[in-house]
């Protein structure tokens, strides 16, 4: 089985767990797979806002169409970078079991949040992090922060910054969770949507692959990450689109909070779901309608 994959050190993690998954699931060696990497746009772009070079998809064309020509099997992914439709013949239908889905803060003079000084400059490119930062300390600056986890550490030591979020999930499947100063709580900071999950993307008519991946999927990510893309899709989320949103099961029951934001964080508009946890696309699909309504005229038109 080919396993097609982006080659930065985190998608490389991500291959590696899903294919040691596949080998414990069906008592295969290593000497059963081949991981490929495939470099895309948005690797070779690395000096712009993303939200300038355009969309979700510049992390992921590449690697689809290697899938649909056959290059490879599989291709592996962070469901949060993930458009909420996949093309023609593909299809996303097998999710891992879900890693933290919380931001990290990390900071080597600051504890939290909280305990940022008035004025201090925040390195970040998410538009959701830095609307929700915004929203909570209009009083920070924010500085544009790409790159992989090396460099925005080196920003840091640096002092472009005095301090960073990155996602719980990719600082554990790196081994570099001693970076996080701690993690920030889906109260004070909702993550984004499927944070934390790796979805499997296969070939709709590749049915030998599907029985393969079937035995690998997590019932709760499903459900969880079903619900959540329900109510990215009826948002229409973009790169421009501030949105957070977050299920959790306990027990049959699904709780689905979701909130949209202004880029500026002067606006947040916030609600939440709970129901059976069968109902999940449908609470997604409500609970943005619900937003989408409560949002005034010119709350999307951010571009
Ligand atoms: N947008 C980049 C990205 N996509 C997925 C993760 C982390 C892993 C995950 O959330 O599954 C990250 C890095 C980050 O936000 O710090």
């Not at 934001?261 to 309608?289: N, Y």
Request: hydrophobic share 40%; glycine share 10%.
């Amino acid at each position: 089985m080919r396993i097609g994959t982006r080659g930065s050190a985190l998608a490389l993690a991500q291959a590696h767990e899903t294919r040691d998954r596949l080998m414990a699931a069906h008592g295969l060696s290593a000497d059963d797979f081949e991981i490929v990497v495939i470099k895309t746009t948005g690797d070779r772009i690395l000096d712009r806002p993303l939200k300038e070079i355009g969309g979700k998809g510049l992390f992921t064309r590449e690697i689809e169409d290697a899938l649909l020509s056959h290059q490879i099997d599989i291709a592996v992914h962070s469901m949060k970078d993930m458009p909420t439709i996949q093309p023609d013949g593909l299809v996303i239908d097998c999710y891992l079991p879900r890693e933290d889905v919380r931001d990290a803060f990390v900071s080597s003079s600051f504890a939290g949040i909280s305990d940022l000084p008035q004025g201090a400059v925040v390195g970040s490119s998410s538009l959701r992090r830095r609307a929700q930062l915004a929203a909570r300390r209009p009083d920070l600056q924010l500085v544009e922060f790409r790159g992989n986890v090396q460099t925005r550490l080196k920003k840091l030591e640096e002092g472009v910054a005095v301090a960073t979020f990155l996602a719980m999930a990719g600082l554990s499947r790196l081994g570099m969770l001693h970076v996080a100063r701690g993690a920030v709580e889906p109260d004070e900071m909702l993550p984004a949507v499927a944070q934390g999950c790796i979805g499997v993307e296969r070939r709709a008519d590749d049915a030998q692959t599907a029985a393969l991946l079937a035995a690998i999927s997590d019932r709760d990510s499903t459900l969880r990450v079903t619900a959540e893309r329900a109510f990215l899709a009826r948002l229409d989320g973009s790169c421009q689109t501030p949105i957070a949103g977050l299920a959790e099961l306990a027990g049959d029951q699904l709780r689905l909070r979701g909130e949209i934001l202004r880029p500026d964080g002067s606006e947040v508009i916030a609600g939440e779901r709970i129901g059976p946890s069968s109902d999940g696309a449908a609470m997604g699909t409500d609970l943005a309608g619900e937003l989408r309504g409560r949002a005034p005229s010119d709350f999307f038109d951010w571009s």
